[in-house]
């Protein structure tokens, strides 16, 4: 592998890296915030995919805004979903064992997968990227580079930073953290953690929906998309440590740097690389990278 | 009291056994093993689609026999595959067995249809084991081998596009592995040379990393095997990453069939081979399309066709033993020597049981697969580990 092949390579990494971060964050926050473990997290990818391709023609209709105005849309009814699907199910789920969250959660998947065939059939679509996005600049010889690419990799920066910010910096981040660390406690300070997890919560879903109507132009729509990004995201944040976001950061970059290296100088294995990443991380550290609180 | 109720039950005995023999002359029990749930959904809805509308050009039966459906299932999970198929065989006591997509759960149903000795009829799996090491009297297929139309795109690429060399790239699983092998072979014997053979884990679709490797080979042209949403991003993120107007991307039809929508500016000009297109100029073809269009409100695609030829040729196996689908020599004879008059051509049955079909070539103009020409005519597959006919 020539220099300028190697550097290619990395910056692929970089952005696949970052793309499973923006999606494994969320599932790292309700994990490690609210002890619920979510399979369903992957479901919310595959329905933010499907809003960039279905709200589209809706929303072009009424508010007139292509690509960027489905991205507000989009977001804004993430939010509702995870605070409506927080009321009518995770709530029931906090404190309880990891089996039961993990069949109710089982369960969703289930459910959100044949509502998509019902609703919206099962067909692949594309989505167009924005057409300020959509050149590409050259790299090398022989190869562009979409700029909606970096895009994605540009986005998932901001949202890291503004996570990184928000829950650093903030009175609400603040009671988020002392939430996880102690529910009892924080609750007789007068602090409505009922409605706290609520807004954690819609933020996880919101993230997952964001990330799938952003990765929706280079990924394109199918059936069962979900499925394939939750794998790689609990392998995320298991190697990052439960509830860390720095950690899931890290971990996603890492498994960045392994999946595309892997398939290119050990293609026989590439499918397992990742897994055996995980065994010998939680050898030398059995929690994860990280920690949380 | 007792004598009329000892009667009354041996009338109502009589009447049954009557009743069921009659049924078993009269009707034909038909085992649809499918996917209707699931990515491949849409194949399935297709392939009974076209096997139904046979039956509806032929007074909704099948060489005048009335036809019972029993349907399962098979959600493309391998795992369930032999259950699934026992249920038809064991549980409903079908006669014929028609299935399926994928091609793992195509393998189990021919295992256990050798082993029960069922009737097997594959409408879309293009397991090249089916009809090679694993062929049987009783198995036949109406879509294709994986070789069949690879072979014919390394023939294309090398004699008629003038490449010399390639890299083939796919997902590491059966089907990819045959396709990548059986267009190796045809581009190969014409002189080209595969450089680089790469595949990333089914179902991964991360192809960046992939698609840097091939800017750095540098070929004359790229072979990629890729299905349904796969098959999308692959077209879409070898457009995005440049390599498009440089190195020119070949595949079987299934990279560019039932995805052009989702593709766009991305597939254009696009070659691929396929026993099948949109526009071939066959009567039979354009009165497929018309009815299959009025029946369903949907265009038909490559698997209808399939479906419907296997509707086809049960009946000229079922004509040909008079109707009785017990003699079963009788019915497998007729089968081997039907001539199909297919939406796609003219189709025959090779020694393994393959269709022997041409394949075409077909070039991406806006959303539609236009066939341009025939890569090859009358093409069989090897079947290699056959042991049928020699």
Known sequence: ?293 | MTFFRLAFAAALAAGTTASAFAQATDRIKVGLMLPYTGTYASLGTAIENGFRLYLDENGGKLAGKTVEFFKVDDESDPAKAVDNTNKLVKRDNVDVLVGTVHSGVAMAMAKVARETQTLLIVPNAGADAITGPMCAPNIFRTSFSNWQPAYAMGLVAAEQQKHKTAVTITWKYAAGDESAKGFKEGFESKGGKVVKELSLPFPNVEFQALLTEIAAAKPDAVYAFFAGGGAVKFVKDYAGAGLKSKIPLYGPGFLTDGTLEAQGDAASGMLTTLHYGDDLAQPKDKQFRLNYAKAYKLQPDVYAVQGYDAAQLLAAGLAAAQGDIKKRDAVVRGMEQARLDSPRGALAMSKAHNPVQDVYLRKVEGHANKTIGVAVKQLADPARGCKLGT
């Open chain 1, 1 to 293: 592998m020539d220099l300028a092949t190697f550097l290619i390579q990395c910056l692929n990494s970089l952005q696949y890296g970052l793309l499973l971060f923006l999606v494994a964050s969320g599932l790292t926050l309700i994990f490690g915030i609210m002890g619920v473990i979510n399979l369903a997290h992957g479901s919310f990818y595959m329905i933010g995919a499907y809003m960039a391709h279905a709200l589209a023609p809706p929303v072009a209709a009424t508010f007139g805004g292509g690509f960027f105005a489905v991205l507000a849309v989009g977001t804004v009814l993430a939010v509702v979903l995870g605070y409506v699907l927080e009321w009518a199910f995770f709530s029931f789920l906090y404190g309880r064992e990891h089996l039961q969250q993990v069949l109710m959660t089982y369960g969703l998947i289930l459910v959100f997968e044949e509502l998509r065939s019902l609703l919206l059939g099962d067909d692949v679509h594309g989505v167009q990227a924005p057409p300020s996005l959509a050149g590409s600049l050259p790299l090398g010889e022989l190869m562009t580079y979409p700029v909606y690419r970096l895009f994605i990799s540009g986005v998932c920066v901001a949202l890291a930073l503004g996570m990184y910010f928000v829950f650093t910096r903030t009175r609400i981040g603040m009671m988020i953290r002392a939430g996880s660390a102690n529910r009892e406690m924080v609750q007789s300070l007068g602090i409505d953690i009922q409605f706290l997890y609520r807004v954690v919560f819609a933020a996880g879903v919101a993230i997952a929906v964001f990330a799938g109507m952003v990765a929706a132009p280079v990924s394109s729509v199918y059936p069962g998309m979900g499925n394939s990004v939750l794998i790689v995201c609990f392998v995320v944040v298991v190697i990052g440590g439960i509830g860390s976001i720095r950690g899931a950061l890290l971990a996603a970059l890492l498994i960045g740097a392994v999946d595309t290296f892997g398939k290119v100088l050990l293609p026989q294995a590439a499918g397992v690389l990742v897994y055996v990443l995980m065994a010998l991380i939680l050898l030398w550290k059995p929690d994860g990278l990280f920690k949380a609180g």
